[in-house]
């Protein structure tokens, strides 16, 4: 499965944008590229995901790089209810089911 | 709410006991998936299911038994169970044959004594 390395822990202050990267090395032409994040006490949430061009949604943007080995989750604006443990995961098919591989994710703090 | 709802929410068990974790989805969805997410390690992929077919065993040890009787319910039955077993125990679900999201429940905290 190919992995993924993220920083384990960021810090950024509310209202401010924030950029959390992921390198993706080993990724393969069909591997999309999903954001999840978990809050404490609950399952992971989708945030975005994205194959080749960058992604907007009502939560966050994904920045996907050209040659697709890395790319960066951007929150526009955190608020505190943005603090989490943010997952950056290559997801390939298996006979029609997503096969998501979780790392340790970035641990993201946001103060007030 | 995502729609996929697991009970128990906590689950205390002796090593000899056998216990069920159920999970039901109310989102249509015709893929379901178990993952085991232990204290300070990464979650961890165990079982999926396609249209109630197994696709997927990662190399989970046999006292871990799935259950897919319909695409809107899994189960995970428990047996025999080891300390080491103690974790939280997620289920999720997605649409097949498509890069869409996997919607997760909250999950079930297991404790083997």
């Known amino acids: 499965d190919a992995k993924t390395t993220q920083p384990n822990s960021m810090e950024s202050n509310e209202e401010e944008p924030v950029h959390l990267p992921c390198n993706h090395s080993t990724i393969s032409g069909t591997d999309y590229i999903h954001w999840y994040r978990q809050l404490p006490s609950q399952g992971p949430e989708y945030v975005i995901h994205g194959l080749t061009s960058n992604v907007n949604n009502r939560m966050a943007s994904l920045a996907i790089a050209e040659d697709r080995k890395s790319s960066t989750l951007i929150l526009h604006r955190a608020t505190l209810r943005d603090a989490a443990v943010y997952y950056c995961?290559?997801?390939?098919?298996?006979?029609?089911?997503?096969?998501?591989?979780f790392g340790q994710g970035t641990r993201l703090t946001i103060n007030p | 709410e995502t729609g996929v709802t697991q009970t128990p929410r906590h689950l205390v068990m002796g090593m000899t006991n056998k216990k069920s974790l159920k999970c039901e989805q109310h989102?249509?969805?015709?893929?379901m998936y178990w993952y085991k997410q232990s204290a300070k390690k990464p979650l961890e992929l165990m079982f999926v299911?396609?249209?109630?077919?197994?696709?997927e065993n990662n190399s989970v040890p046999s006292r871990f038994s799935p259950e897919c009787p319909n695409s809107s319910h899994l189960f995970l039955h428990l047996h025999t169970l080891q300390p080491e077993d103690s974790a939280l125990y997620l289920c999720?679900?997605?649409?097949?044959?498509?890069?869409?999201?996997?919607?997760f429940g909250s999950g079930t905290q297991l404790s083997v004594l």
């Open positions: 989102l249509g969805h015709n893929a």
């Open positions: 995961i290559l997801s390939r098919r298996i006979q029609g089911a997503q096969k998501l591989v």
């Open positions: 999720a679900s997605s649409q097949m044959d498509l890069n869409e999201k996997l919607f």
């Open positions: 299911y396609n249209f109630k077919e197994q696709t």
